[in-house]
């Protein structure tokens, strides 16, 4: 078991939470990394994400080296294509999007990415992700071409992420969207946390540090935030590391 996957297990055995910030590279113009990665580096941020819908390659590429000489956390990719798998990263999560039925994003990517991995250095972590609604369509839900689960079948949602633990998948990720109207509800969080033994990530729509603070007491034991970093950086000041 490679050191990033570890840690997060380490990090759930002694009861600490971790928090990803992402990072778009559509919306992170290079001269801004080193402020916004300082404020990271201050916070109590644990992982930085990167990942977009509709970056290319080399505008990845660059963003990562450039994070990855600022900050000692650990550079993790969250790709929205193939294209955007790059060794200046320490990991990939490695996505199957099992909310839906779209078999280029349950294996079709996955074997495209091959190549770009044999000879690269990644930690890969198996992800099952869930595309959870939220009230208006996701650009998860535009590009893939899949429908969210509903949020009121919690069983189904709970039974998927239960699938996807017994397919072999490190991780679960639920996900309510970039910029969600509201983030998953707490209910389906505590449920699905409850029935896995594999660590739960939480993100979409989280803005506030009670959100935060939400999510966490119900079982995520890491959230995702990027949106409201992107609007307001002051939101970095309420997470500042003591
Ligand atoms: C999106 O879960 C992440 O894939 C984070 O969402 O941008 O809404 O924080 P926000």
Do not use: C, W
Request: glycine share 8%; aromatic share 6%; charged share 20%.
């Amino acid at each position: 078991m490679k050191a990033i996957y570890k840690n997060i297990l380490r990090s759930i055995s002694e009861e600490k939470k971790g928090l990803a910030v992402l990072i778009d590279p559509d919306k992170m113009p290079i001269e801004k990394v080193f402020g916004f990665i300082e404020k990271v580096n201050q916070s109590i941020a644990t992982h930085i994400f990167v990942g977009g819908s509709t970056v290319d390659d080399t505008t990845t590429a660059i963003l990562v080296a450039t994070i990855n000489t600022h900050t000692k956390l650990p550079v993790v990719l969250f790709p929205g294509d193939v294209s955007q798998i790059t060794n200046h990263a320490d990991a990939l999560l490695f996505l199957s999007l099992i909310s839906g039925d779209n078999p280029e994003y349950l294996i079709g990517k996955h074997v495209r990415a091959v190549s770009k991995l044999r000879d690269s250095n990644l930690e890969v972590i198996p992800t099952g992700y869930l595309l959870i609604e939220n009230g208006k369509q996701t650009s998860v839900e535009k590009v893939t071409q899949t429908k969210p689960l509903a949020r009121d079948n919690v069983q189904e949602i709970v039974d998927t992420a239960i699938a996807g633990e017994l397919l072999g998948m490190q991780l679960i990720y639920l996900e309510a969207g970039s910029g969600a109207l509201q983030p998953v509800p707490t209910e389906i969080i505590s449920f699905v946390k409850q029935a896995l033994s594999i660590p739960l990530i939480v993100g979409g729509g989280i803005r506030t540090k009670q959100q935060l603070k939400n999510a966490y007491d119900f079982g995520a034991d890491l959230v995702v935030i990027g949106t409201a970093f992107e609007d307001d950086e002051a939101f970095f000041d309420e997470l500042k590391k003591k």
